[in-house]
């Protein structure tokens, strides 16, 4: 059977589907589609984080005696 | 405040200001609606993601950069084991690192959304100890601390901590590069 994030994604594309599964309830096992509802996937939400940089900027240097 | 150890500390999302947020967005940059509950759900993920980030780890790269290291270092290679001091006066620590929001319906990953988190920590000075060349210890005292969330060019979530406390010393092991 096919999953409605599959059935999303050819109907809508990957951006698009992005939007329309924004409507899925998770805590729901349907999706609203227009004409009746759907079985989806469970989405599963997750971050992670990409590394930056630091920079240094000296206001005022170290008064040495 | 307590001591501050990691990001989350210093800055964190909310399921209403992630939603408000994307909201704003432009919808020519293919912003995505999502709905209450996924920015519920969606908020405390990034926030995790921010708990992981230690944050005197992360500005101890930043103080490695320091050109007052440069002398200590060179003092230090000539009397292997024994550190040498070197003091920074005021300055700034900005960081900034990318937290990237995924989603998968099932199997089928969904585009991710990145966000921008920016940090500005402000010191009035800092102790660092040297040994064999590379940055030891920093004993930094406390920060004027600003950081944010963003998205895009909008920000989402910002928050000022104006006494924010570091460990005493920081100890680094291993000890970083300078430079």
């Known amino acids: 059977m096919e999953t409605a994030a599959s059935w999303l994604a ?26 009746g509802e759907a079985a989806h996937p ?5 971050a992670h984080i990409v590394p930056g940089r630091v920079e240094l900027l000296v206001r005022k240097e170290a008064v040495h005696e | 405040m307590s001591k501050v150890s990691n990001l989350r500390e210093l800055v964190e999302l909310t399921g209403a200001q992630l939603e408000s947020g994307l909201k704003s967005l432009p919808r020519d940059k293919g912003a995505p609606k999502l709905t209450t509950a996924v920015c519920t759900l969606a908020a405390e993920e990034i926030n995790k993601s921010l708990a992981q980030v230690d944050v005197a780890g992360m500005l101890a790269h930043g103080w490695a950069r320091a050109r007052a290291l440069r002398d200590a270092a060179t003092a230090s290679l000539a009397s292997p084991g024994k550190p040498a001091l070197a003091t920074l006066g005021e300055h700034d620590l900005r960081y900034t690192c990318t937290p990237v929001l995924q989603m998968l319906s099932g199997e089928a990953a969904l585009p991710e959304i990145r966000f921008t988190v920016e940090l500005v920590a402000h010191f009035k000075a800092a ?27 909008t920000t989402l979530a910002e928050k000022a901590t104006p006494n924010a406390r570091l460990s005493s010393t920081i100890r680094l092991d291993p000890a970083l590069e300078i430079g």
């Not at chain 1, 951006?15 to 609203?32: C, E, G, M, N, Y």
Request: include cysteine; hydrophobic fraction near 45%; charged fraction near 15%.
């Open chain 1, 42 to 46: 469970p989405l599963t939400i997750a």
């Open chain 2, 127 to 153: 102790e660092m100890s040297v040994v064999d060349g590379r940055l030891a210890s920093v004993a930094p005292g406390s920060a004027s601390v600003v950081a944010r969330v963003k998205c895009g060019n």
């Open chain 1, 10 to 35: 050819r109907w809508f594309g990957p951006k698009r589907a992005l939007q329309v599964a924004a409507h899925i309830d998770p805590a729901s096992s349907t999706i609203a589609l227009e004409g």
